[in-house]
């Protein structure tokens, strides 16, 4: 007698057990109650008031208490054990004899039942008809199909069987499933790995059905075929197989795999109809991003169909995590599908920046660097240079930006001296008041490298509260800044210079639109915006002297409004970079990088001055291209690349000068506050913070992150620029400027109203210059397909 526990089950099995399924086939059910520790013997045990009955093998029904119960279960195993005691030991055989006398014995016959591999894997039973040539055999399969097999797809011979009728097959496989119970083969397992002995097909029917008929042994050989736990192939001859039982650890190490499998089937099968749920719902009901990521299972999966996605996966799991839940969803593997599912169940909205997500740019900030520039503005702070500031706040200020623009750098003031000549003020905002070199705040500004600007919203490089409130000029408040000062000479060239911290109360926030309507009226009451208009057309005249190229050219501009929506409201804005209001900004920035690097280099302060090559550009071989975007495209397509010092300024062939630095900046650029921190300790009498090397090191981890934004703004530009244009009424024609010929009449072009370059092919006739009338035929912003044709005029 043997008791073992597995699996919370208590088994009594004796030396000589009769067939497991014996039980199981001869309940007679009462009121039946499974009880958990005999439930995988087929034991039923029924209640009647205060006594158990057991339905014996013979098929009468006792009545017992139940203490004694468990006694007399065990008198009737030992009757049925002595009843088959006989037969069973004259039955067994070495296994190595009994596997051999199978195989000399069962040579493929017609008639016979078997089981076969198709090349698809599937398996089949069908009944052998006839030869097919000297080996392959033709067969009539469980479909009422007929194929020839070669002799080692056979998996199984069904033994005791000569003459099948193939249209019984259908039954005999029913039969076969109804009588299949995966807990008598662990049963079987433990009582062979307690003897220590190995097992056939026809061994292990005779032990768990007491019969060696076909049905039991293709029972039998179906358990096996199908148990990756229990038992393991000890040797194969042809169709025919010998078991052997596997050690006890290591079916508790399957066992517990299998477990973990079948919990993450089920998991998986649960997450595929939530997301089928969450796919049917309407578009105000289905589930929010939050939801998705609230348990880690589910993040994991939504984690791995992000990931494919934008095409970058962290590992291989998450591809082939994805790849399973697209083929369950009955979707193709690729990027689209996966884009198209998120925003189907409302984790992505329709018009979710990919690239934001590909380039890994993080918008939030982490809650050390929030309290940190949550401490700046509740704490007082040392203004290091309060004590040298100059009062300015008597000077009119013009602050002038885009509409939108919630951080303000700089803005500008001007007076006519007694002389005649002009002198300008630069201010430019101060967060150095505020921040540090090598504080919290800085390594993250320093990380980011520039703001953000996208239709859609704003990513300041500093925490917004902090950019705004602390640092940002605001209209009618004291405000700290830098200010360059310049007194030019009539020609434009500057004669004085000086810079200076100081204190500034900006009096007009205007925008570019106002400001130019202000110029056009010429009120006297603004005569300080229309002097510093008349600097800006003097600087502009000096520079082209110099050998300056005028670049100038169509800039868009874009607003989402509500970018979650699936149609948001789209604001475009055009504009030229020659309009007077944008032309005296520029010239007054352009103005301040030139005073910098003059500065630095006379104090010997290192800075990341700017230069770019003019290659000897000989403007006058573009004189026949009208002025404007199809002129400025034509010179801007030769020049080189801009490159950069930081001991000593480089000539800026492009905008005519000697040397330039970008300072006008420093809320919005990190290369621009690194020009501050140099500027303000050379101030305050101190060493600059870094070195020339120093400033190298930086600029090339910064200009890594600049252009990676650079990318991320101008596909963004692009993307709704695009579906702008996919609203439009198909009948709709734009202007467009023909900027050069690509390949035969295929033609670059700038579409006016848009600000987009784009191409198209052109008529005969139609030249460089020509503005001509298109229409758009296709417009897709997720595939980036824009598709154009040329109007017609007389159309």
Known sequence: MAVRVLNTRVTFRSAASPPLAVFRSCVRQVRTVRHPNHSKLGLHLSIIGSRWCFCSHGGSIRSYSVQSLVDTVMEELEVLRKRRQLRVSNKLATSGELLQ????????????????????????????????????????DQNGVTTSIKPQQITFIVPGIEDFDHTQISDFIQRAQSNLDPALLEFAWIELLEKG????IEQLAEMIFGSTEPLESYCSHLLLSNDDVYFTVLETKGPFSLYGPRPAVQVEEL??????????????????QLLKSAKGMPPHAKPSKSSWRSEEKIWHRIGSLEAYAIDDFKNDDQRKTAGMILKEMGLSKTSAAALNLLIDIGYFPVHVNLDLLKYSIHTDYPDRVLAAAGSLLSESYDDLDVTVRLDLTHLKVYAIDVDEADELDDALSATRLQDGRIKVWIHVADPTSLVRPGSIIDKEAMKRGTSIFLPTATHPMFPEKLAMEGM??????????????????????IAEYSVDNSIIKPTYMLTYESASELLLLNLEEEIELKILSEAAALRFRWRQQQGAIDTATLETRIKVANPDDPEPLIRLYVEDQADPAMRLVSEMMILCGEVMATYGSCNHIPLPYRGQPQSNIDTSAFAHLPEGPVRSSAIVRIMRAAEMDFSKPIRHGVLGLPGYVQFTSPIRRYMDLLAHYQVKAFLRGDSPPFSAGQLEGIASLVNMSTRVVRKLCNSSLRYWILEYLRRQPKEKRFSALVLRFIKD?????????????????????????DEVKVQVEEAHPRDDILSLKEVPVAE
């Open 255 to 272: 066992l517990q795999k299998k477990h973990a499998k079948e919990l993450a089937e089920r998991e998986f099968h649960e997450f595929m």
């Open 197 to 200: 002995k190995s097992v056939t």
């Open 745 to 769: 009449r295929m033609a670059a072009i700038l579409l006016v109203e848009v600000g987009l370059q784009a191409s198209a092919s052109m008529s005969i006739g139609v030249e460089v210059g």
């Open 101 to 140: 006398d199978k195989l000399e014995k069962r040579t493929l016959q017609k008639g016979l039942l078997l089981e076969f591999k198709k090349d698809t894997g599937r398996v089949l039973l069908a009944v052998a008809q006839k030869p097919d040539g000297k080996k392959n055999w033709t067969v009539f």
């Open 472 to 493: 940002s000029l605001k209209q009618g408040k004291p405000c700290n800044a830098v200010t360059v000062s310049v007194i030019l000479r009539p020609d434009g060239s």
